[in-house]
């Protein structure tokens, strides 16, 4: 199975590179805006006079930006010819020159004959998958070709392609596909990358050039035309105006993926999810724009609008029989609150050693997020994750909790102000971040708070994508003794600070890495994130994810410790919870069989460079032989069903380390929270 997870994880990053290049019109399409170089240089000198490392755009950043350009488009090495490369190393220390003049005819240069050998690919693949596969042969294939040589022609792109395709075959083959049917999936695959790839407007090769050449200074900063800004602040403040769907697109339709509950559509009752949307208009009887082949981005603007106002969508649904009929709905646009990204509560009851219940209270935090606009309007009532965390605590105080978990896993971060804010809940007077910017200059942001409003056990959950803020209550929380970090070895990485600069209404703005975070204890979380005191099994911390696997990081560094007043000393307890823990885990069905895949993980990942039609098949066979065992197993008499075997054993086991530590710590004055522990 892990053969065949690195088989598709090769193709699945080389898709998600793909599908996040901003994809759109035509690049001959006529824009409202396009931007001109005049504006990309006006953009690049805004971004490196506010650029926390203050380098200047030199030859450096132009070799790292060719080859990324590059990679944004083929990062395999699958599309473009050596000839191709070689004519682009003209340009490998004269991209700097050429923007700062405002001349952009590379990134056109470039993007262009990508889009044409794309094109060229896609007829090779038809003719392909319309010839009969040997499987005699037992064949391998390259799992990771990043470093590999570029087709040295025509013939050869050709032979790269064959095999390549015989593996995407065989891969839906294993899957329980008909030939037939995988061979047409493959096809639809690799046309609709080319269908995306014609839908570029101009703006969208310029912005992808100007991000590249962004990204050279630190993978945090970017870029952001007007569209993508609007996502952005949509995503920070947990709210929008529109219908309330999630949307896709897929073989040049727009598609419902999922209706938000309690939304404008949810309510008005008639879209459903896999609903085909093929037309918008403005109002209930204004004239419907067709949407079919037109990019997500354009289709949503289209649906999104004003609360209160009226949107007129015309969509297909399939029916019984298989056929698609034609419908229309009218819907009254509403605020949208997007819960999901919110922070919510529960309180669990678990048997403690003793024979009585402990109850323990866990927050779930996805993001730090705040509405800025409303706070602006109503200082009063906005929406906040420190207020949000700030009632569920206080409704476990009520509730009389005997300790508290804060889940942080998958947390990337948010508003700063919204961390610091937070772990003033949990801790006293005290810094909680020091901030260094590009002037060197360094700050020290204080918690607001003189008294913490909860004071019990507290542990606290990381993962390697808990990232930036997240990071800086771990590093805080740990750095005090105020509770336990339990996790992956460390989290993501991300210790620097990034600030949205507006630009003109036309051109967007600017993200850009203008400070450096420390913990109080002088350490950047930058590059090496924050350890776990309590370390749980898991693949995150063998696989290249985190700060110090990405392109242009910045590096780490420490500051002079800053002057606090620790909360208590854990170093007791650590390794007895940690010793605890390893002997729970080592016995627990569900982290042995992730020990075993790690295990099965990292020697493959080290030894293996390629993969051989008879490997994937046996590990086929292998798998398909476990899951009818564990279906068997399900099916047997007394058997848990489906929704007891979703549980989530790390959280389970972080309840086990809470209920150790409360125990060891109920009685010990030292820590200093005995005293408000209930009896």
Same mark, same amino acid.
């Given at each position: ?57 030199? =030859? ?206 949810? +309510? ?43 949107? +007129? ?61 409303? +706070? ?202 940690? +010793? ?49 065992? =564990? ?49």
């Amino acid at each position: 199975m892990i053969l065949r997870r690195l088989y598709s994880a090769c193709f699945t990053l080389l898709f998600l590179v793909w599908m996040a290049v901003p994809f759109s019109g035509p690049v001959a399409a006529k824009e409202a805006n396009p931007l001109t170089g005049a504006q990309v240089v006006e953009i690049a000198e805004r971004f490196i006079r506010s650029h926390y490392s203050h380098d200047r755009f030199d =030859n450096n950043h132009s070799q790292k930006m060719l080859k990324g350009y590059l990679n944004q488009f083929d990062p395999d090495h699958y599309f473009f010819l050596q000839s191709d490369i070689e004519e682009f190393q003209q340009y490998e220390n004269r991209l700097d020159d050429l923007m700062n003049e405002g001349n952009i005819d590379p990134a056109f240069v470039m993007f262009n004959r990508f889009k044409q050998r794309l094109a060229e690919r896609n007829k090779q693949i038809k003719q392909i998958l319309k010839t009969k596969f040997d499987w005699t042969p037992n064949e391998s294939i390259q799992i990771d070709r990043k470093e590999a040589p570029y087709p040295a022609n025509e013939k050869e792109a050709q032979d790269i392609w064959r095999l390549r395709l015989k593996f995407d075959v065989l891969e839906q083959k294993l899957d329980g596909k008909s030939e037939k049917a995988a061979r047409k999936k493959v096809e639809k695959r690799y046309s609709g990358y080319l269908n995306r790839i014609k839908q570029f407007t101009h703006n969208d090769v310029v912005t992808t050039y100007l991000n590249t050449m962004i990204a050279t200074f630190d993978p945090h900063s970017l870029y952001m035309p007007p569209d993508e800004l609007e996502n952005f602040n949509i995503n920070l403040r947990l709210s929008l105006e529109g219908i309330g769907a999630t949307l896709r697109s897929e073989d040049s339709f727009t598609i419902v993926t999922s209706i938000i509950p309690h939304g404008a559509a949810d +309510r008005e009752g008639t879209l459903q999810p896999e609903d085909k949307i093929i037309a918008v208009g403005q109002g209930a009887s204004s004239p419907l724009e067709e949407v079919r082949n037109m990019r997500l981005s354009d289709v949503v603007k289209l649906i999104r609008g004003a609360r209160g106002s009226k949107v +007129r969508i015309a969509f297909l649904r399939l029916e019984k029989g298989g056929l698609e009929k034609r419908h229309e709905v009218v819907i009254t646009r509403d605020r949208i609150e997007l819960e999901d990204g919110a922070a919510s509560g529960k309180i669990h009851t678990i048997p403690d050693p003793k024979g009585t219940n402990l109850r323990l209270g866990v927050i779930t935090l996805p993001s730090f997020y705040v509405d800025f606009r409303a +706070r602006r309007n109503s200082p009063s009532h906005y929406k906040s994750s420190a207020l949000d965390v700030q009632k569920i605590l206080a409704g476990f105080i009520r509730e009389r909790v005997d300790g508290v978990i804060l889940d942080l896993r998958n947390n990337g971060g948010g508003g700063l102000n919204e961390v610091v804010s937070l772990v003033g809940l949990f801790m006293g007077d005290g810094p909680v971040v020091m901030v260094k910017d590009n002037n060197n200059d360094i700050g020290i942001l204080d918690n607001p708070n003189s008294k913490p409003l909860y004071r019990g056990p507290l542990v606290v959950m990381t993962n390697r994508f808990s990232a930036s803020a997240s990071e800086i209550l771990a590093g805080a929380i740990k750095d005090y003794g105020r509770g336990i970090l339990v996790g992956d070895t460390s989290t993501f990485g991300k210790g620097t600070v990034q600030n949205v600069f507006p630009l003109s209404d036309t051109l967007g703005a600017l993200k850009v890495t203008i400070a450096k975070f420390y913990r109080p204890g002088s350490a950047s979380t930058q590059n090496q994130g924050v350890t776990s005191d309590v370390v749980l099994p898991s693949m995150n911390s063998y696989m290249d994810i985190g700060e110090s696997s990405l392109e242009n990081a910045l590096s780490w560094d420490s500051l002079q410790r800053a002057k606090f007043r620790p909360w208590g000393d854990l170093s007791p307890y650590l390794p007895v919870l940690a +010793r605890n823990s390893a002997g729970r885990v080592a016995h627990q069905k569900e982290f042995m069989e992730i020990n075993g895949h790690i295990a099965e993980y990292v020697k493959n990942k080290k030894d293996r460079k390629t993969i051989s039609i008879q490997e994937m098949t046996s590990e086929a066979a292998k798998q398909k032989k476990e899951d009818q065992k =564990n279906k068997a197993d399900k099916n047997k008499p007394g058997a848990k069903k489906d929704k007891a075997d979703k549980k989530d054993i790390y959280l389970d086991e972080t309840m086990d380390i809470l209920t150790d530590f409360i125990q060891m710590a109920r009685n010990d004055p030292a820590y200093g929270i005995a005293n408000s522990l209930p009896r």
